[in-house]
C-alpha cells in the first residue's frame, strides 16, 4: 500500500502531499522538456515564467503541508517525521528546480539510440534504459546547476571588485577636492602676498619721493 494512503488520520495532509508529489512529476517533466527546447535554440522565455509560477505554487503547497502537518494531532509521530523528511526532499528539488531555469548556456545531450526495436526488449530492460536516460538527464541538470553556481560566484567578485572601484573614485574625489580646497586658499594667500607686495612699493616709492624732495630742498 502506498505510505501516503497510510498515515493515521491527517487526510487533509495525505491529499495535499499527495497533490505535491504530482506538481513534482508535473514540474520535472516540464524542465526536462525546457531542456530539450534549450537543446534545440528555441527560445525558453515563455516556458521558464510558466516554471517559476509552477515552482512558486509547489514552495506554497510544501509551506501549507507543513503547517497542516504541525497541526495535525491525530498522526503518530513517526508519521510526522517521515512526511518532514519528504517535504525536506521535495523542497530541496524546488531549489534544483529554481536553478535549473536560471541555465541558460546550452549543454550537450546525450540523445537515445533513434532506431531501437523496443518490441525485442523486456520489461527489465526498458526499466534499465529509463534509468538510465533519467541518470544522464540528473547529471545534465547538476551540470547545469553547477555552472550557475560559478556563474553567481563570478558575479559576486565582480560586484565586490565594483563597490571597490567605487571605493576608490569616493577617495579619489575627496582628494580631489581637498586639492581644490588648497589651491583656493594658495590662490587667496598670494593674492594676499600680492597686495602686500603692492602696498610696500607703493610707501616705498612715497618715501623715495619725500627724501628726494627734502634733499632737494636743503642743497
Not at 15 to 42: C, F
Not at 156 to 182: F, W
Amino acid at each position: 500500500m502506498n505510505y501516503y494512503t497510510t498515515l493515521d488520520g491527517g487526510s487533509k495532509v495525505q491529499d495535499l502531499i499527495e497533490q505535491i508529489r504530482k506538481m513534482d512529476n508535473t514540474i520535472s517533466e516540464a524542465v526536462n522538456q525546457r531542456n530539450i527546447k534549450l537543446q534545440s535554440n528555441e527560445s525558453v522565455q515563455l516556458v521558464d515564467r510558466q516554471l517559476a509560477t509552477q515552482i512558486d505554487a509547489f514552495n506554497d503547497s510544501i509551506k501549507q503541508a507543513r503547517i497542516l502537518l504541525n497541526k495535525s494531532s491525530n498522526l503518530s509521530q513517526h508519521d510526522i517525521q517521515r512526511s518532514k523528511i519528504l517535504l525536506d526532499e521535495l523542497q530541496n528539488k524546488s531549489e534544483k528546480f529554481k536553478k535549473a531555469i536560471e541555465v541558460k548556456q546550452v549543454f550537450k545531450l546525450d540523445n537515445p539510440e533513434s532506431k531501437i526495436d523496443f518490441t525485442q526488449k523486456s520489461n527489465v530492460e526498458m526499466v534499465q534504459m529509463q534509468q538510465q536516460l533519467v541518470s544522464k538527464q540528473n547529471e545534465i541538470i547538476d551540470n547545469m546547476i553547477d555552472t550557475t553556481g560559478r556563474m553567481q560566484v563570478n558575479a559576486k567578485h565582480v560586484n565586490l571588485a565594483l563597490e571597490e572601484d567605487k571605493i576608490i573614485l569616493r577617495r579619489l574625489n575627496d582628494n580631489v577636492e581637498q586639492a581644490t580646497h588648497e589651491i583656493k586658499v594658495t590662490d587667496s594667500n598670494l593674492k594676499s602676498l600680492l597686495s602686500y607686495t603692492n602696498d610696500c612699493c607703493l610707501w616705498t616709492t612715497i618715501i623715495i619721493e619725500f627724501m628726494i624732495f627734502v634733499f632737494l630742498v636743503i642743497y
